[in-house]
């Protein structure tokens, strides 16, 4: 519900988590594990595949790190469009 005090935050169709990983996938160097996440990542099952690909790989930490980087500028332009002043 939209009032003068609140504003909805994006939801998850908004937010697209699967563009967040689509985009991670394609930052990894190496070609063989690049090309095997976004596998991963192609149809029924994605999140699981590509968190247990992730994880085989040692590369959860890097995800997150990553993931959370994508969520905080999308806070920021959520903030900038609604004349809010972001701060950590």
């Known amino acids: 519900m939209e ?3 609140y504003l909805p935050l ?3 169709f908004e937010i697209h988590e699967y563009s967040i990983m ?3 996938c394609l930052s990894v160097d190496g070609e063989d594990m690049r090309d095997d996440l976004c ?3 192609r149809g029924r099952g994605a999140f699981r595949r590509f968190k247990d690909r992730i994880q085989a790989y040692g590369m ?3 995800w997150y790190r990553y993931r959370d980087a994508a969520l905080r500028e999308i806070a920021i ?3 900038e469009e609604h004349g809010i002043t972001y701060t950590e």
């Open 3 to 5: 009032t003068e005090h």
């Open 10 to 12: 994006p939801d998850r």
């Open 22 to 24: 689509g985009r991670f």
């Open 39 to 41: 596998d991963a990542i």
């Open 60 to 62: 959860a930490e890097a």
């Open 77 to 79: 332009a959520w903030c």
